[in-house]
């Protein structure tokens, strides 16, 4: 599993660039056309509230209590709120300790589009809440940003209806897009 995702960082490195990453042209044509559709669309048609806004910044304030309990119920909050804007159905958020890790790197969060293997079932995002190596809480902006990236996972599936969902420069520009309509007032550095 860890190393399924330290391959997929590698390919994110290649997509940041600029360039099609090398396993694009070992792609069937159909996925080729699944990967072209996921890079062309950059935002999402989401409008944020005060709701919406103040689910978000709460996320924010719980994550440096260090409660995984409380920063999974927020992280819930928030994914079912966005859902239900979205008009999707909505996904569980699972929230665990310190992060799974191997020489080249750790996990940050994952997406299970049918459950884990070991538990197969509906669609799933899990979030590390602590660094593998100092135990620290992440600082919250990253736990945000874990959450949205494997929530644009979701939604490719289920509200862009892809096939797949891939590391494209667009769905970088989703997960940006996402951030920036939910902690507007965040400074970008973090
Ligand atoms: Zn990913």
């Not at 860890?2 to 660039?17: G, P, S, Y």
């Not at 072209?36 to 005060?50: T, W």
């Amino acid at each position: 599993m860890i190393v399924a995702v330290a391959v997929e960082e590698k390919v994110t490195d290649e997509v940041k660039r600029g360039a099609l990453p090398s396993y694009f042209y070992r792609l069937s044509a159909r996925a080729q056309r699944v990967w072209l559709k996921s890079d062309a669309i950059e935002r999402l048609d989401l409008q944020p509230d005060a709701e919406m806004l103040s689910l978000a910044a709460a996320l924010v304030t719980v994550v440096s209590s260090g409660s995984a309990a409380r920063i999974a119920v927020a992280a819930q909050a928030l994914t079912d709120r966005v859902c239900r804007s979205l008009r999707v159905r909505p996904v569980k958020v699972e929230v665990r300790g310190v992060r799974p890790h191997n020489a080249r790197g750790e996990l940050h969060g994952i997406f299970y589009p049918r459950g884990p293997a070991m538990q197969p079932g509906l669609p799933l995002i899990v979030l590390w809440m602590r660094t593998a190596q100092r135990r620290d809480v992440v600082k919250p902006r990253t736990f945000v940003r874990t959450l949205m990236h494997e929530l644009g996972h979701y939604l490719d599936y289920v509200l862009l209806g892809l096939d797949d969902s891939y590391h494209t420069t667009g769905f970088f520009k989703r997960e940006s897009f996402l951030m920036r309509t939910l902690l507007p007032s965040a400074p970008r550095s973090q």
